[in-house]
């Protein structure tokens, strides 16, 4: 078996796992809400422009998309159903990166993360 049909028997596991079809039920519930996509949709690109700004400005975050981003946080999480899917996407988001790790210490690649002072 080449490294790419491993690769993608991997995705196929993953996507059929109870937290993948989880994700999906909760991605749904959340986004059925006209309301809760449009600020969803606009939480999420904050949230990547913020990481992008952390990259690419020496830790520099524009005040007034940070202060949006907080805004924005703070009400989808009142809403349960926004509050369970975001929950389960960054528990989802930190097994994706746990596996990466395994891969990349297999081989033999360092992505070591400075650590929060």
Do not use: C, H
């Given at each position: 078996m080449n490294i790419y049909d491993?690769?993608?028997?991997?995705?196929?596991?993953?996507?059929?796992?109870?937290e993948c079809i989880r994700l999906a039920e909760l991605r749904d519930r959340a986004y059925a809400d006209e309301t809760n996509?449009?600020?969803?949709?606009?939480?999420?690109?904050?949230?990547?422009?913020?990481q992008m700004s952390m990259v690419?400005?020496?830790?520099?975050?524009?005040?007034e998309d940070m202060q949006r981003f907080q805004q924005l946080a703070s009400l989808l999480y009142m809403n349960a159903d926004v509050q369970a899917y975001l929950l389960a996407e960054m528990?989802?988001?930190?097994?994706?990166?746990?596996?990466?790790?395994?891969?990349?210490e297999a081989a033999g690649i360092r992505f070591d993360l400075p650590e929060n002072s």
């Open positions: 491993t690769a993608n028997t991997l995705a196929a596991e993953i996507k059929k796992s109870d996509r449009v600020l969803l949709d606009e939480y999420k690109r904050l949230q990547v422009n913020l690419g400005a020496a830790g520099q975050m524009p005040t528990q989802m988001q930190k097994t994706l990166a746990d596996i990466f790790k395994i891969l990349t």
